[in-house]
């Protein structure tokens, strides 16, 4: 792949929602991720539910310390690469920083979704192959 295709390929991401790509082509891999800065205005007015037990979590309550892992996009979630693979995490599985826990798909575009921190996986929130929404929470990791 040559500089001016990644040039054109980022050019093309910049108007668009999508914050993770990764091309296959001609044995070379690439991977564009960026993250989506928010302004004042983007900002929703009300709290997420998540946000707001938190907030509202009694002190020294255990839910404050969970990392709550969202969807990046719309799309389909996955908990497996393949249909007949083993899942990327359990609950109770201690994931790595950087770590795939799911995929979600987009426009035939398999997006990996990684873990924030170091942790244990606490909780799965999306069903395999249901519909999440951009910022659904999907897991809940306590981070160590």
């Given amino acids: ?6 040039k054109e390929l980022i050019e093309l991401l910049k108007d668009t929602d999508i914050t993770e790509l990764q091309i296959e082509k001609n044995g070379t891999k ?5 993250e989506k800065i928010l302004s004042p205005l983007d900002l929703p007015i009300q709290k997420s539910p998540v946000l707001q037990e938190k907030i509202s979590a009694p002190p020294g309550d255990e839910t404050q310390r969970l990392v709550t892992i969202t969807s990046p996009i719309v799309g389909t ?9 083993n ?10 920083k950087n770590q795939v826990l799911c995929i979600v798909e987009a426009m035939k ?29 999907l897991f809940l990791i306590e981070p160590v």
Avoid: T, W
Wanted: charged fraction near 30%.
């Fill in 1 to 6: 792949m040559e500089h001016e295709d990644l």
């Fill in 30 to 34: 690439v991977k564009i991720r960026r």
């Fill in 77 to 85: 979630f996955y908990r497996a690469a393949l249909p007949d693979a």
């Fill in 87 to 96: 899942p990327f995490v359990e609950v109770g599985s201690r994931v790595k």
């Fill in 109 to 137: 575009l398999m997006n990996e979704i990684e873990s924030e921190v170091d942790g244990i996986v606490v909780k799965i929130l999306v069903e395999n192959g249901q519909p999440v929404e951009y910022g659904e929470p």
